[in-house]
């Protein structure tokens, strides 16, 4: 074989192996840029780019960061989806920024049959719900039946429908609040009260005419209920 025959098969097999190496590619993962088969090297990031983390659990007293960096739970640990570092560089001051519990049922009292009473906390507003009863009315007992929780400021018109501490943490008002209960026809029954922090974080019903003895109250509208809260996002359900 004539030397420029070698050369010619050893120039093939040369070409043979570069085409099989793979092609350079880039990869950009956050802001680490990398090559397939090579180095990489982070990137820097100007002042007022956005950070965001991705983690399980809540991070308040486990992540540290600096204001503004938001987090994401995978988990949506207790509905809490997203967080953003509110204050502080350490590891406390996050805040939920999207987070939803659910409705969630409270042990209620003095209720009729199978009536119900939800929560919800929706970022940082609180909403409840009544109802269990035929076209979704909410009943009570009659004054001294099983379960009727009279309060005493009037034991005859007023009764406990959450118990003393009954709003779970999390949810709870920073002032007391009072709005209307209606019949289904629309007219006013009383009134429902909810203590805030300085009273007992509990909810009443307040009628008008003394509670009857002889009958339960089983077509109760309730007047909408729903405010701010400036609690912690709870760590804990109902």
């Not at 680490?32 to 308040?60: A, F, M, Q």
């Not at 099983?146 to 406990?160: P, T």
Request: charged residues 20%; neutral net charge; glycine residues 14%.
């Amino acid at each position: 074989m004539s030397n420029l025959e070698e050369f010619a098969q050893a120039v093939g097999r040369d070409v043979k192996v570069l085409n099989q190496k793979p092609s350079p590619q880039l990869t950009l993962t956050g802001n680490t840029l990398g090559i397939v088969g090579g180095n990489n090297v982070t990137l820097p990031l100007p002042d007022n780019v956005g950070h965001e983390i991705r983690g399980t659990g809540s991070p308040e007293g486990r992540i540290i960061a600096e204001i503004g960096t938001t987090y994401v739970d995978v988990n949506a640990t207790n509905g809490a989806l997203k967080w953003i570092k509110w204050s502080g560089n350490g590891n406390t001051g996050w805040k939920v920024l999207i987070g939803d519990t659910g409705w969630k049922t409270l042990k209620s009292i003095s209720k009729l049959g199978s009536s119900f009473v939800k929560i919800r906390r929706v970022n940082n507003l609180v909403l409840y719900q009544f109802g269990g009863l035929q076209w979704g009315w909410f009943g009570i007992v009659r004054r001294g039946g099983q379960g009727y929780f009279e309060q005493a400021s009037d034991i005859e018109r007023n009764c406990k429908i959450i118990y003393n501490d009954g709003i779970p943490s999390g949810f709870r008002s920073s002032s007391s609040l009072i709005g209307n209960i209606y019949k289904d026809n629309g007219t006013v029954y009383g009134t429902w009260y909810l203590g805030g922090y300085n009273d007992s974080n509990y909810l009443r019903f307040q009628f008008l005419n003394p509670v009857p003895t002889d009958q339960d109250i089983g077509d109760i509208r309730v007047g909408t209920i729903s405010y701010l809260t400036d609690e912690p996002w709870p760590t804990t359900l109902p």
